[in-house]
């Protein structure tokens, strides 16, 4: 788990900020195999809409460079509630560590906030794996403590929406089966939230080599074609639902 103090935290977020302000404005012709990427991963007190998030990370990519230049900033965050026990044995957080270690949201927020925005204002997209989960833990958290909001049009990709239109296997679909599926190799454990940002990162480059023509998806195209991915899946999750007599599954992407 992120255990970094609050000065090399808020160090990490100022290299972040000033390597995407350095970054190339992207058009909607750049392709998904070409563009630079901010990936994004927390770790949460639950998965209610009343939980906040413990731990977030952002990774910059360069295409060019891959992950030997990546700029990476972490924060520990005080979420001033209650860790689930489920939670804490998922991400190892302890409520005593993180009123000790923790940052104030407010602080930690803001600037996750502003690095997304601005890498949003170069058209660089921001990837989480299954991401309507923290960008839903990220708005929540914003408007908790009275900030910035995310900007209302995001360009996101979503490894998960990816692979399961194209790939077409068996099995579990979490983000371990998934690198394990790609050979991608963890850069330390599982469920540490910099350790699963650079792993989802990692999984578009395999996927666009197996796949070429989700390499060739353009900037401008994503977000719908992952929302048309989406309710395919949706639609045939459902009818496998139905045939266990099991309700349907209600939500749509982002």
Same mark, same amino acid.
């Given at each position: 788990m992120t255990s970094t103090s609050p000065a090399a935290q808020t160090h990490s977020s100022n290299i972040v900020m000033q390597a995407i302000t350095e970054a190339p404005h992207q058009d909607e012709s750049t392709t998904l195999s070409q563009?630079?990427?901010?990936?994004?991963?927390?770790?949460?007190?639950?998965?209610?809409?009343?939980?906040?998030? +413990?731990?977030?990370? =952002? +990774? =910059?990519r360069n295409p060019e460079t891959g992950?030997? %230049?990546?700029a990476i900033a972490e924060w520990t965050i005080n979420p001033h509630r209650h860790i689930s026990a489920g939670a804490s044995?998922?991400?190892?957080?302890?409520?005593?560590?993180?009123?000790?270690?923790?940052?104030?949201?407010?602080e930690a927020l803001t600037a996750i906030g502003s690095i997304i925005a601005k890498a949003q204002s170069k058209n660089i997209p921001l990837l989480a794996y299954n991401a309507p989960f923290d960008v839903r833990m990220l708005s929540n958290d914003l408007q908790r403590w009275n900030?910035?909001?995310?900007?209302?049009? =995001?360009? +996101? +990709?979503?490894?998960l929406i990816i692979?399961?239109?194209i790939s077409h296997r068996r099995g579990k679909r979490?983000?371990?089966?998934?690198?394990?599926?790609? %050979?991608?190799?963890?850069?330390?454990?599982?469920?540490?939230a910099t350790a699963d940002t650079i792993a989802a990162v990692d999984l578009i480059k395999p996927i666009s080599t197996l796949y070429p023509q989700v %390499?060739?998806?353009?900037?401008?195209e994503l977000m719908d074609w992952q929302r048309q991915a989406h309710e395919k899946w949706r639609v045939s999750f459902n009818e496998w639902?139905?045939?266990?007599?099991?309700?349907p599954v209600t939500d749509s992407w982002l």
């Open positions: 563009s630079w990427l901010l990936g994004c991963d927390t770790e949460t007190t639950g998965t209610g809409s009343e939980d906040a998030i +413990v731990s977030a990370s =952002l +990774v =910059l992950s030997d %230049g990546d044995q998922v991400n190892g957080f302890t409520d005593e560590y993180l009123q000790a270690n923790g940052m104030e949201p407010a900030l910035e909001p995310l900007p209302e049009q =995001l360009l +996101v +990709v979503d490894p692979d399961r239109e979490t983000l371990t089966y998934t690198t394990e599926y790609y %050979g991608v190799e963890p850069h330390g454990d599982f469920h540490d %390499g060739a998806l353009k900037l401008g639902m139905s045939s266990r007599g099991r309700g």
